[in-house]
């Protein structure tokens, strides 16, 4: 079955039969679907009153466990949020009671974020509907295809840390 990549790629080879267009086939296919993915996810944290970069920071809170407790600086390297906006995203979360920024004892320039009560429990109810929405999106493949997609992802990924 033929798609608008497809048709594009036709296209070209009509126009410039001079190039090698074949990386369109994978570049485009892989914007179409991330920017799909994305209106997807937003759509879920919103039922959740959060927005990606939110949900972003309190779920990487919450996978590094209650007793830990993480800098601005280790949020920005594991979470998907740009230095720029790590200081305004984490006042609106602490504005809204989700986490709690403190000094810390050993070091007064330092600063630990850590989820509050109702962070957790926020997370905790956003957390299995995101899982759901990946899983939906990720359904027109097989396990052993996702498993394969995925591998072949991180290969991608990994050539551009060379």
């Known amino acids: 079955m033929a798609d608008h990549v497809d048709l594009v790629l036709a296209q070209w080879a009509e126009q410039r039969p001079d190039l090698d267009v074949s990386p369109m086939a994978v570049i485009g296919r892989l914007s179409r679907v991330s920017t799909r993915i994305s209106a997807e996810l937003k759509r879920t944290f919103a039922e959740h009153d959060l927005d990606t970069a939110s949900f972003d920071v309190l779920a990487t809170l ?6 830990r407790c993480l800098t ?15 200081t305004q995203r984490l006042d609106r979360l602490q504005a809204r009671g989700l986490i709690t920024r403190t000094p810390s004892e ?7 974020v850590a989820l509050t009560e109702d962070g957790r429990a926020l997370i905790d109810r956003a957390l299995p509907d995101h899982v759901d929405t ?7 493949l ?20 060379m």
């Open 62 to 67: 919450r996978r590094n466990g209650p007793q």
């Open 134 to 140: 990946e899983h939906r999106v990720l359904s027109g």
């Open 106 to 112: 050993s070091d007064g320039r330092v600063v630990l």
């Open 72 to 86: 601005p600086a280790e949020l920005m390297r594991s979470a998907m949020v740009t230095s720029g906006a790590i």
């Open 142 to 161: 097989t396990s052993a295809e996702r498993e394969q997609l995925a591998e072949l992802l991180r290969k991608l990924l990994e050539s551009f840390d």
